[in-house]
């Protein structure tokens, strides 16, 4: 699938081809994988249109460049990117532009898909896909597979869980 990821300007950079290899790297990653980020990078630009940010743009690249049966996998992927971004700071143009902390602050808003800032572009871009319907159905079936696959776990355990997670979704997106 050739989606449009133009929003980005890092997607073809050193940086972008490493986080891709990373996001590719493990088989098991049905959902968490480039094309998630690549579909992030889509509604950015025609979801919502959003100006572009290398912050943002970093973020998106990085929420879930860890994604395994690991605790903190947030914390561990704005980890990462503070050490790839730090060893190839050098190699993207714009560089001087990145504040750390809002980019780690972005990816830790994927924790709980809230947070307290005024800024919830990353919690939009990340469900975004779980607001349509049609993209609902693929992608849960790719997150069943996924979970399956990472923790070892029953196919009716794994549809427990979503269900929570989707009764929890609501909640958050309705919460007004």
Same mark, same amino acid.
């Given at each position: 699938?050739?989606?449009?990821?133009?929003?980005?300007?890092?997607?073809?950079?050193?940086?972008?081809?490493?986080?891709?290899?990373?996001?590719?790297?493990?088989?098991?990653?049905? !959902?968490?994988?480039?094309?998630?980020?690549?579909?992030? !990078?889509?509604?950015?630009?025609?979801? +919502?249109? *959003?100006? *572009?940010?290398?912050?943002?743009?970093?973020?998106?690249? +990085?929420?879930?460049?860890? *994604?395994?049966?690991?605790?903190?996998?947030?914390?561990?992927?704005?980890?990462?990117? +503070?050490?790839?971004?730090?060893?190839?700071?050098?190699?993207?143009?714009?560089?001087?532009?990145?504040?750390?902390?809002?980019? %780690?602050?972005?990816?830790?808003?994927?924790?709980?898909?809230?947070?307290?800032?005024?800024?919830?572009?990353?919690?939009?871009?990340?469900?975004?896909?779980?607001?349509?319907?049609?993209?609902?159905? %693929?992608?849960?079936?790719?997150?069943?597979?996924?979970?399956?696959?990472?923790?070892?776990?029953?196919?009716?355990?794994?549809?427990?869980?979503?269900?929570?997670?989707?009764?929890?979704? *609501?909640?958050?997106?309705?919460?007004?």
């Amino acid at each position: 699938m050739t989606l449009d990821t133009s929003w980005s300007r890092l997607i073809d950079t050193p940086l972008g081809l490493v986080a891709r290899a990373i996001h590719n790297a493990d088989p098991q990653r049905k !959902y968490h994988n480039w094309l998630h980020i690549q579909r992030l !990078y889509w509604h950015a630009k025609h979801t +919502f249109g *959003y100006a *572009y940010d290398v912050n943002l743009d970093l973020a998106i690249m +990085f929420h879930d460049v860890v *994604y395994d049966c690991m605790p903190h996998k947030e914390q561990r992927s704005a980890d990462m990117f +503070f050490e790839i971004f730090g060893a190839m700071r050098g190699l993207i143009g714009g560089s001087e532009d990145v504040n750390h902390n809002t980019v %780690i602050a972005m990816i830790l808003d994927t924790v709980e898909h809230k947070n307290d800032r005024d800024d919830e572009r990353m919690i939009c871009l990340d469900l975004a896909d779980l607001t349509d319907p049609v993209q609902t159905v %693929i992608n849960h079936g790719l997150i069943i597979e996924e979970l399956m696959a990472l923790y070892g776990i029953a196919k009716s355990e794994c549809a427990t869980n979503s269900a929570k997670f989707m009764t929890d979704f *609501y909640a958050i997106t309705h919460h007004n």
